[in-house]
């Protein structure tokens, strides 16, 4: 198994430009999440789903748009990038049968907005 | 929000020492995680404790959730070069599956 997969390990962006943060996981694990990690700051939630169809915002969602189409892949939209949006992004996956508590992660995208 | 506050932020040991890191909470979890990530990657869970007072050992750590489900701690006897990381709680909710996480105490073994 492959576990989490996270693309691009590394992006550049001009401000006002968008583009998405691709995940996938082959666990098939119900439960999907978005973080970003800030130094300082810890890892704060951005956007989760329990399963395909459903979405829900977490902690600080603006600026940013999920979808879960399937239950492997769930895709983070920047819609217009700005500054602020620099950070690690990590996308996280776990079994609902445990609460959706032990969470797996991916290695991360670095994120640069000039 | 329900905060998760670690300490402490920072800590820089000599191999073979030991060390305990804590998490603390005004709000009670259902359970808690610790997990380790090292530069570059993401974070790896180590634990899961669920009931208040439970104590769980990983070879050299030893993790302890409070009796009142509020704060945890993490021992690490002998500590190795191989423990340097960051050092991350998070709790969860009942009712619901987001995970909170603490800010992390980034430790630093020297040999």
Redesign the interface.
């Known amino acids: 198994n492959a576990g989490v997969t996270q693309t691009p390990k590394f992006q550049v962006l001009k401000t006002g430009q968008s583009m998405t943060l691709q995940c996938a996981q082959d666990m098939n694990h119900e439960y999907m999440s978005w973080y970003r990690q800030d130094p300082g700051m810890g890892l704060r939630l951005i956007h989760y789903s329990v399963g395909a169809g459903i979405t829900d915002q977490g902690e600080v969602p603006n600026g940013y748009n999920v979808s879960r189409s399937t239950t492997e892949d769930f895709p983070l939209r920047l819609l217009s990038a700005a500054p602020s949006q620099t950070s690690v992004y990590f996308c996280a996956s776990s079994s609902l049968e445990r609460g959706g508590r032990e969470q797996f992660f991916g290695p991360g995208t670095r994120l640069t907005v000039l | 929000?329900q905060l998760l506050e670690q300490s402490p932020q920072f800590l820089s040991i000599q191999e073979g020492e030991n060390l305990t890191v804590y998490c603390n909470s005004s709000s009670v979890f259902?359970?808690l995680?610790w997990?380790r990530q090292e530069p570059?990657?993401?974070?790896?869970?180590l634990v899961?404790v669920v009931t208040g007072g439970e104590v769980k050992k990983l070879k050299r750590l030893t993790f302890q959730f409070g009796d009142a489900r509020k704060d945890s701690s993490l021992h690490i006897t002998a500590a190795q070069t191989g423990d340097t990381g960051l050092y991350?709680c998070?709790g969860?909710h009942w009712g619901n599956?987001?995970?909170t996480?603490?800010?992390?105490t980034l430790l630093t073994v020297n040999p």
């Open positions: 929000t259902s359970s995680q997990y570059g990657e993401g974070p790896v869970l899961t991350l998070a969860a599956y987001k995970l996480f603490g800010k992390g």
